[in-house]
């Protein structure tokens, strides 16, 4: 039993590692209103443990502190919560719908990441950046972070999640 808990701490701690490594390196494409946050790739790890649900959240939210610290994010501290947030539900989504596939293709479940932040993110970026004409700029930055998500869940994460799962690796590890 300790074994496992172990196993399943040091999953989340890689995962939520190589999320904040990954945003932060890509960091000028990982912000802003047009962005392709390849980190959230891994949110379709849901697909296959809800342990990746913690770990995609615990790496937006580091990666989203330090781009504040480094001032990556344009928009501050309102992103480790916002941000975070869109993130969690994302994940929590494509964990709730993994079952559900056309083709073998978990499309609601990549779809999951692609709204929320499209939503979450435009929404914010509208508030911040043009509020005077926040109705119009949600659309128009909701519809930049969709295109980038949408870029990194199914053209990254969707093959990569369905390797691991032909793989079995989820199993190999003995989470």
Not at 94 to 103: D, G, P
Not at 137 to 159: D, N, Q, S
Request: proline letters at 3%; hydrophobic letters at 60%; a positive charge.
């Amino acid at each position: 039993m300790r074994n496992k808990r172990v196993k399943r701490i040091c999953f989340i701690g890689i995962v939520a590692g190589i999320y904040a490594v990954t945003t932060i390196l890509l960091a000028p494409i990982s912000f802003g209103n047009i962005q392709c946050r390849v980190s959230e790739a891994l949110t379709l790890l849901a697909l296959l443990s809800p342990d990746a649900i913690l770990a995609v959240t615990l790496g937006c939210a580091i990666s989203n502190v330090v781009s504040v610290m480094m001032g990556a994010s344009l928009i501050g501290f309102v992103d480790v919560i916002v941000g975070t947030i869109a993130t969690f539900f994302a994940a929590v989504i494509t964990y709730q719908f993994r079952n559900a596939r056309l083709k073998n293709i978990p499309i609601i479940s990549a779809l999951a990441p692609v709204i929320f932040n499209g939503v979450f993110i435009g929404a914010e970026l509208a508030y911040v950046l043009a509020p005077a004409n926040f109705y119009m700029m949600f659309w128009v930055f909701g519809l930049e972070v969709a295109i980038g998500e949408a870029i990194a869940c199914f053209v990254l994460g969707v093959p990569l999640a369905l390797r691991l799962e032909k793989l079995k690796v989820m199993e190999k590890l003995k989470l």
